[in-house]
Antibody
């Protein structure tokens, strides 16, 4: 069965970096793009962007350029989200989601809570 | 930037019809998608391409479009339908997506 399993919660200090993983299984990894979605505490969903798993080409939403990096390791069917120069406002739950076609996100990871605090 | 506007909350009694709206601007029509997020869980797609229902989603969930307004209708809402609902669509470039602000549906 299709599964997206994300790495565990992270507690980081401001200015540090974090790398969140999303391990995919149960399907052909290269056949589906991967999206990333952020949800700040008590807030709504924000689309961060997506990565083409065939080419590795990322697309970032407005507000998620510069400090955010999507990457892949296709040998282990895993997508990554790296955030550098962390700020308190990066504290959020980060989800990966498989894209069947644009807009259609059918499987989601369980979410990774990143907390940024001194 | 492109924005989708939803009412913050909708409340109905069990068995009533709940309607959640999502308005965008007057740009060329793009499909709307609807996601349900129950407390502490990942979102689940309930409507795609304006009105289509994914496999496994109950028939009481339906979607419609009128002009630039999309509506998610839950006919005969049940207590288990209590959740936050988000519309989702793309801008005119079709390369950047956005979620609406979300609507908290209360069924009691």
């Amino acid at each position: 069965q299709v599964q997206l399993v994300q790495s565990g919660s992270e507690l980081k200090k401001p200015g540090a970096s974090v790398k969140v993983s999303c391990k995919a299984s149960g399907y052909t990894f290269l056949a589906y793009a991967m999206n990333w979605v952020r949800q700040a505490p008590g807030q709504g969903l924000e689309w961060m962007g997506w990565i083409n798993t065939n080419t590795g080409n990322p697309t970032y939403a407005q507000g998620f350029t510069g400090r955010f990096l999507f990457s892949l390791d296709t040998s282990v069917t895993t997508a990554y989200l790296q955030i550098s120069s962390l700020k308190a406002e990066d504290t959020a739950l980060y989800f990966c989601a498989r894209e069947v076609f644009p807009g259609y996100l059918d499987y989601w990871g369980q979410g990774t809570l990143v907390t940024v605090s001194s | 930037s492109y924005e989708l506007t939803q009412p913050p909350s909708v409340s109905v009694s069990p068995g009533q019809t709940a309607r959640i709206t999502c308005s965008g601007d007057a740009l060329p029509k793009k499909y709307r998608y609807w996601y349900q997020q129950k407390s502490g869980q990942a979102p689940v797609l309930v409507i795609y391409e304006d009105y289509k229902r994914p496999s496994g989603i109950p028939e009481r969930f339906s979607g419609s479009i009128s002009g630039t307004m999309a509506t998610l209708t839950i006919s005969g809402a049940q207590v288990e339908d209590e959740a936050d609902y988000y519309c989702y669509s793309t801008d005119s470039s079709a390369s950047h997506w956005v979620f609406g602000g979300g609507t908290k549906l209360t069924v009691l």
